[in-house]
């Protein structure tokens, strides 16, 4: 399958956060003229090497599908609501959940997550498939957060806020923002925060701050002046703070469509494939969030 012809993936495991998922999912797919592919994974069954523990094995395999039949038809029925156009495919996977949709995810254009599944411990925010497909992914992850009592189908009119470093990552980050605001019909907001530097070294040399702050311009400015020509209808709007990232990012995207982030900044430690800003705002973000990895 080649890269224009990949579907907007989807993870559904009859959590209402999957029908979020599943209806985001939908709308992206109309918006970026790609079908969609509705997964469900069957968790496999250890075989038991008795006539009774055969036939609890194959009662509990049928079971099982039969779950994901309904968590994947209702999420077409879903589809075929809010993205009429859109043609959903089904696909009930045999497999542990993460695995299957790592393997998803190398023929996939984007994979949506729901924040947590049926399967998330109560107080996490983050639940373990949704944590593992974001840092091993082989495509942008969009992991949605809503709420756990009703789809939420609450129109989004906010800006699409990316964050930005001077990390290697930044440009892809900023390219699938602006791809995402050219689709969503709505504008972009580049976020640098350079927190950080020390107390201490503010009082020793009162210029540190304005000598960061000028670094950030310009990088901001730089990252962005490459994508304004490709896209003249997106308009685009820097905010630069010595804030802690995660937090203004936070901050400035609670009205926002979607965050784009990467997965590791330049403050990464080598062989994390998921940073701490990215998972501080994956935990909290109040709209959906874009995890973007590096040469993938």
Not at 6 to 32: M, T
Request: glycine share 10%; hydrophobic share 45%.
């Amino acid at each position: 399958m080649s890269s224009a012809d990949a579907p907007v993936v989807v993870a559904v495991d009859g959590s209402v956060e999957a029908l979020n998922a599943a209806r985001w999912a939908a709308l992206a797919a109309a918006r970026l003229h790609r079908d969609l592919h509705i997964v469900s994974a069957v968790h496999p069954f250890s075989p038991q090497f008795s006539f009774a523990g055969l036939s609890a094995e194959d009662a509990a395999i049928r079971a099982a599908r039969a779950f994901a039949e309904t968590a994947t038809q209702t999420a077409t029925d879903l589809a075929a609501e809010v993205a009429p156009d859109v043609t959903a495919h089904r696909h009930i996977v045999e497999g542990r959940a993460a695995l299957v949709l790592r393997d998803a995810s190398t023929r996939a254009h984007l994979l949506v997550v729901g924040r947590r599944g049926l399967g998330g411990v109560q107080g996490l925010l983050m639940g373990s498939v949704s944590t593992d497909i974001t840092a091993h992914a082989n495509c942008p992850v969009v992991v949605v957060p809503g709420r756990d009592d009703a789809v939420d189908d609450r129109p989004g009119t906010g800006p699409v806020v990316v964050g930005v470093d001077d990390s290697p990552l930044s440009e892809a980050v900023i390219a699938h923002g602006f791809d995402q605001a050219a689709s969503l019909g709505t504008s972009l907001t580049a976020v640098h925060a350079y927190g950080g530097l020390t107390g201490e070294e503010f009082y020793d040399d009162p210029s540190v701050l304005e000598r960061a702050r000028t670094e950030a311009d310009e990088t901001l400015a730089e990252h962005l002046a490459a994508y304004a020509d490709d896209f003249p209808g997106v308009e685009t709007t820097t905010v630069i703070t010595a804030g802690t990232p995660a937090d203004e990012i936070n901050r400035i995207a609670a009205d926002a469509q979607l965050v784009v982030i990467g997965s590791r900044g330049h403050g990464g430690f080598r062989g994390l494939l998921l940073g701490s800003t990215s998972q501080a705002v994956l935990q909290v973000a109040g709209c959906p969030v874009m995890v973007v990895h590096e040469d993938r």
